[in-house]
């Protein structure tokens, strides 16, 4: 409002002179604002700022450059841009997400690119715009590289990996409908791919590859439709009983029951009636075989002939006994005996060798596989020292395929000890004695005390100290054990492994007498040492883990050696022994399932020789009972043991 002086002199001239006055106070009181400033302040109050952004700029352009007021709202401009930036980038980075796709990248990226005329100066929004085209770059390569990818697995017939790939492919863009359809369309590929391949093989009569075929498409992922597989499964059920009826007829006229009946539980056919007839028939067929061949000697015949009427029917008279008998006999031929004596000492340690005799025992008790049997220690002594060093008649009389037998050359244990003392002053209580102040104020001004300036006390107490020895220092120990050891192979009837064993044990350790007075103190620090009993032990215990080693080499996996030994005679044509040595290693598998799983290799091959080919292949196997034993030298009844280290027989 005009003050009351001015508003006479304004008024008292003309109408002119008060219009141009009026101007001259307006331009006045706005400052010569710009407009599009004044618009830009109505839109940022009311809640457009964006759009007072661009009228700020259109503001600042018509005013001075330099002012004070221009460069009022510049700053105040770069503050309202970076509070926009702010809210675009929020808004961005939540459609981003955690885990961006390509949608949700292109989404952000739009955002961004509407808001970048409102960027601030630092540039933030082309930056993230850079940020992210680089990573929907990288999602279309990834993309486009998944689907390159599932076509060629698809055409490696790797259906899950190449449905995987192409779902990994449409999460990476959910928008992309064609990459949904690519999904569906790869499973219809892949069903029809199962049926062509079941179709061929069924057409060559190959059922046992076509129910292969179904049964890996079942495990399909996505797991294919109930209709598809169940149409597949019944156009194989309907072949395989046609098939397997006539091969299991064909099986039966040759008296191979046990084909017929592993052909039938295979296929799964509704051959009821069949059945009935192999398992009757079957039964009788093969326990009559074990029954002849146990009693010709013939064990590993024996022996596949009992297992399988057990197993076609176990309720058939006598059968458990007599596969009971049979492999009790071709337990007994597993059982290996091997004799460890006690070892030879030092004349001045004369427990030093039977300690590593009993300890190397107790070790292979644990280790070694099963049939290997080690005779008491005590009998063997005994034995030996009647009979003197004669190992051969020994080994005979105690009936073992191994006699080991070994000597302590050395045990010892020897301490260092380093003492040394060193001397400490420490504090040895107190002493008291006059205080020289306390005299020299007595001479000086008599002992009345009261005409002292300051009275100090009559005495001082001091500390007393003391030298005293420390003592310190370490010690060492270091024990050693040498001992050489032989095998004596009964078999061979000479010594086929000889060497010198040794071990060494060091320690060490500091010790430091207590002196708490010391100032710092000196703390206790006991010698720590393991005891020589411990360390005995311990030499003893890596000496036998290193003669462990050998030994249990010999009888490293039996069944192969077994199943090594039954191949070389089948080789010579020598079906009997092939099969006594397959019965062993069958039986080694089924009593030692803790070192030999179902899945064995050389189990399955076990299996499939002892139970096909060579007892299937013929109504009598392939050697008759009587056959064998005319081809037995001199005719001689004997059981065979296969030795499963040299492949001899005794």
Known sequence: MLSEGFRPWVFSK??????????????????????????????????????????????????????????????????????????????????????????????????????????????????????????????????????????????????????????????????????????????????????????????KDDWRTASRIAAKFAEERPPPE???????????????????????????????YYTAYTLVREAGSDLGAQMSIIREDGAAYYSAVAKKSFAAKQIGRAYFAAL?????????????????????????????QIAISGFDSPKKQPDAGPQLSDTLIAYLVQHLPYGIEILERTKIDIILREKGSRLAEVSKLLD???????????????????????????????????????DAMVRRYGRDSSSWPSRPPETITENKTAVVKHRFGDESVHGVLNAS?????????RVTYAKDFSAEEKAKDSFRDPIPAADPPIQYDPLELPADVEIENRLRAKVVSQVAAVVLQLFDMPHFRFLTISNEHTARLEYDKALDALAQGHLYCLRDTPRVRQDDKYRQEISRKGLFDLTESSPEGAVTVTQSQASDKGGESHLRKVEVNTGSER
Not at 236 to 255: D, G, W
Not at 403 to 418: D, K, P, S, W
Not at 485 to 490: E, G, L, P, S, T
């Open 14 to 203: 003309g109408p002119r002179l008060r219009l141009l006055t009026f101007v001259l106070v307006t331009l006045v009181f706005i400052g010569c604002t710009p407009p599009e400033i004044v618009e830009a302040v109505r839109l940022e109050k009311s809640g457009y700022r964006k759009s007072a952004v661009l009228k700020y700029a259109d503001g600042l352009a018509k005013m001075r450059e330099g002012s004070r007021e221009r460069l009022r709202y510049e700053k105040h401009v770069m503050g309202l841009r970076r509070s926009i930036v702010d809210e675009v980038l929020a808004e961005a980075k939540e459609v981003y997400g955690v885990t961006p796709t390509l949608s949700s990248v292109k989404k952000a990226v739009g955002i961004l690119n509407d808001a970048r005329t409102y960027d601030d100066r630092e540039a933030r929004i082309a930056k993230y715009i850079r940020v992210y085209e680089n990573v929907r770059k990288k999602l279309e390569s990834d993309k486009q590289q998944k689907l390159q990818d599932a076509e060629e697995t698809a055409s490696r017939l790797d259906w899950a990996q190449a449905i995987t790939l192409l779902r990994e492919a449409a999460a990476t863009d959910p928008s992309d409908a064609q990459i949904r359809l690519k999904v569906s369309q790869m499973v219809e590929r892949r069903d029809r791919s199962y049926k062509q391949r079941v179709a061929a093989v069924l057409a």
């Open 226 to 256: 109930a209709a598809v597989l169940n149409y597949l499964q019944n156009d194989i059920k309907a072949v395989t009983s046609r098939l397997v009826a006539s091969e299991v007829q064909a099986c039966v006229a040759n008296k191979q």
């Open 308 to 336: 399988k009427a057990k197993e076609i029917d176990a309720s058939y008279p006598g059968v458990l006994v007599l596969h009971r008998d049979i492999s009790d006999a071709i337990d007994r031929l597993l059982r290996v």
């Open 400 to 438: 073992v395929k191994y006699f080991i037998i070994g000597r302590v050359a050395t045990l010892t244990v020897e301490h260092q000890r380093a003492d040394r003392e060193s001397t400490v002053v420490i504090t040895a209580g107190t002493t008291t004695r006059p205080n020289p102040e306390y």
């Open 485 to 493: 050891v032989r095998i004596f192979d009964a078999t061979r009837g």
